[in-house]
T-cell receptor, first 114, second 118 residues
Framework: EAQVTQNPRYLITVTGKKLTVTCSQNMNHEYMSWYRQDPGLGLRQIYY???????DKGDVPEGYKVSRKEKRNFPLILESPSPNQTSLYFC?????????????FGPGTRLTVL | AQSVTQLGSHVSVSEGALVLLRCNYSSSVPPYLFWYVQYPNQGLQLLLK??????LVKGINGFEAEFKKSETSFHLTKPSAHMSDAAEYFC????????????????FGQGTILTVHP
């Protein structure tokens, strides 16, 4: 089954404790993105990747890092989480560079930073 | 800047009633628009997309949307609501830079929560 998977689905942590949220897709997609969803703001892009070893900032990159060492994986790293990073996070992937191609989303990771 | 605005953060309808969720886009958007649905505790799922092939777009689960350039709108409708339609709905537009590259980015509206009551 074609899908985007994320782990963990739920995470409660404390300020300053480094964490990684994993994302994997099995569709051989070039493009991958991370979004955060906050009430009343919709989804906002954090980082994106166009292919292996090619990443760049989205709209809200502060406090986040990413890497793309393999085509299927795109982990999101919070090196020193803060309470304002409490949010619902989605990983997404898309085939090709056509803007009308569908983005496929993972099930989300709900992060709480105390 | 390319953007979409969803009017109404919450919409409540009775089962069997017409569903109308509003989305207006800025005039600078490219000719592509999406509607996504998010069911509770799930990721986003594509409902339908406009790619300029036809102004009336039919999607899954009986939803459709009409692209109206004169009104800069892409409202989502369904003739008869079902309890299973209760979800949050997002209108989105792909971001394009000056060179026409999208970088896989979607710009989302604020979302509309649809409640369906018996």
């Amino acid at each position: 089954e074609a899908q985007v998977t994320q782990n963990p689905r739920y995470l409660i942590t404390v300020t300053g404790k480094k964490l990684t949220v994993t994302c994997s897709q099995n569709m051989n997609h070039e493009y991958m993105s991370w979004y955060r969803q906050d009430p009343g703001l919709g989804l906002r892009q954090i980082y994106y990747s166009m292919n292996v070893e090619v990443t760049d900032k989205g709209d809200v990159p502060e406090g986040y890092k990413v890497s793309r060492k393999e085509k299927r994986n795109f982990p999101l790293i919070l090196e020193s989480p803060s309470p304002n990073q409490t949010s619902l996070y989605f990983c997404a992937s898309r085939w090709g560079d056509r803007p009308y191609n569908e983005q496929f989303f993972g099930p989300g990771t709900r992060l709480t930073v105390l | 800047a390319q953007s979409v605005t969803q009017l109404g953060s919450h919409v409540s309808v009775s089962e069997g009633a017409l569903v109308l969720l509003r989305c207006n886009y800025s005039s600078s958007v490219p000719p592509y628009l999406f509607w996504y649905v998010q069911y509770p505790n799930q990721g986003l799922q594509l409902l339908l997309k406009y790619t300029s092939a036809a102004t009336l777009v039919k999607g899954i689960n009986g939803f459709e949307a009409e692209f109206k350039k004169s009104e800069t709108s892409f409202h989502l409708t369904k003739p008869s609501a079902h309890m299973s339609d209760a979800a949050e709905y997002f209108c989105a537009v792909p971001y394009l830079n000056a060179g026409g590259t999208s970088y896989g980015k979607l710009t989302f509206g604020q979302g509309t929560i649809l409640t369906v009551h018996p």
